[in-house]
Each structure stands twice: as structure tokens, then as C-alpha cells.
């Protein structure tokens, strides 16, 4: 009776064994197709993108010749921007968010020189991305002044991000394609930007 009892043990952890083994496998991947969220915090979050990129980049930043079919949000205008941008700083301001934001204005005039050169570009992301542009690849030292900048451009945009996303409850995923969003209407002619085709991200000149 003994052996019976652990003969049909056996058989049970065996055919346990196997089930699990043979189970099938789940892999979740994050989506890349924007975040859906209320279309009215998608208009605050952009809003408030255009403040601090206008802020930082000054006149640099020119009208746009065309906009993407991804919903934009409708220009509320430079005054209007200010205005948010004094609200908005308010509640977002923090030391690491201020000094993050002080770097990029200390750096901009070289962010600027950079995409005019064609060696750096707006990602998808909200972030900028090294070009292989011919002074790139011909001069070294060039080329690692560049990824310097993108480096360390990168590291405070994304400190930017998490502070602003904790503050407004929103995904940081939000700030980065909104700022994607900004750069892809407002980079001007000639800029290297990250566009949407045939369903994959790709790199065109304005």
C-alpha cells in the first residue's frame, strides 16, 4: 500500500514538473505608441513644455513650416505661455530642477551651434541624439565634445522630466513626448528631428 501511496506521489510531482516546464512564456513589452491621457492635461503638459524650452532657448526658437497629424495642441501664443510659465515654475521648482534648468541655459549656445552643424538631433524621446554628421566623423575631438553635450543635455532634461511628472502626477513618459512633440513643430529648417513613418521612428531634415 506504502509503495502505491508513493508511486502516485511521484507520478504527481512529476506531471507538476512537466506542466510548469512546457507553461507558456509571457513577455510584456511597453508600447510605443503615445500614453492615452485627458486631452486637456496633454494641452497643460505642452503648454508648459513651450515656457521652459522658449525660456532656455530664447529666439533661437522660430514658427514651425509644418506639424505633425498627432493631435497637436492648438498655440496658445508667446503671452500666454509666459503667463503659464510663472504659474507652472511655482510648483515645480526645486533645487535639482533649478540647477538642471541653469545648466541648459549655460550650454544652449552650443546646443544651438550643434544643430545648425547637423551633429545633433531631437529624438522621439525628448531628447537629443548624436548626428554622424561629417565633422563628426572626420574629427575626434570634435565628435567627443559632441557626445559631451548629449551626455550631459540628456542628464539634466531627464532630471527635468521626473520633477515635473512627480509634481503633476502624470507619467514622465508625458514630458518626453510632449518636449518631442515641441522640438519636431518648432526646430527650424535644416534641424535634424525624429518623425513618425510607416509606423517606425525615423530621422528627417526640416
Not at 492648438?74 to 535639482?96: C, E, I, K, V
Request: glycine letters at 6%; charged letters at 35%.
Amino acid at each position: 500500500m506504502k509503495k502505491r501511496y508513493l508511486s502516485i506521489a511521484v507520478f504527481f510531482v512529476v506531471f507538476c514538473l512537466i506542466y510548469v516546464s512546457c507553461g507558456p512564456t509571457v513577455t510584456i513589452e511597453p508600447p510605443d505608441k503615445p500614453i492615452e491621457i485627458n486631452v486637456n492635461v496633454r494641452i497643460d503638459i505642452y503648454n508648459h513644455v513651450a515656457a521652459v524650452e522658449e525660456d532656455i532657448y530664447g529666439d533661437y526658437l522660430g514658427d514651425s513650416e509644418e506639424k505633425e497629424e498627432e493631435g497637436v495642441p492648438p498655440d496658445s501664443g508667446s503671452l500666454l505661455r509666459n503667463l503659464f510659465m510663472r504659474s507652472a515654475y511655482g510648483a515645480t521648482d526645486s533645487d535639482r530642477y533649478k540647477a538642471a534648468k541653469d545648466r541648459r541655459k549655460a550650454r544652449a549656445g552650443d546646443v544651438i551651434r550643434y544643430k545648425k552643424e547637423g551633429s545633433i538631433g531631437e529624438n522621439h524621446k525628448g531628447l537629443v541624439s548624436l548626428i554622424e554628421s561629417d565633422k563628426v566623423k572626420s574629427d575626434s575631438d570634435y565628435a567627443d565634445k559632441v557626445k559631451k553635450l548629449v551626455k550631459e543635455e540628456n542628464a539634466d532634461r531627464e532630471t527635468m522630466f521626473e520633477t515635473d511628472a512627480r509634481k503633476r502626477g502624470v507619467p514622465v513618459d508625458i514630458l518626453r513626448q510632449e518636449t518631442a512633440r515641441f522640438w519636431r513643430d518648432h526646430s527650424k529648417k535644416g534641424a535634424w528631428i525624429e518623425v513618425k513613418k510607416g509606423g517606425k521612428w525615423v530621422w528627417k531634415q526640416k
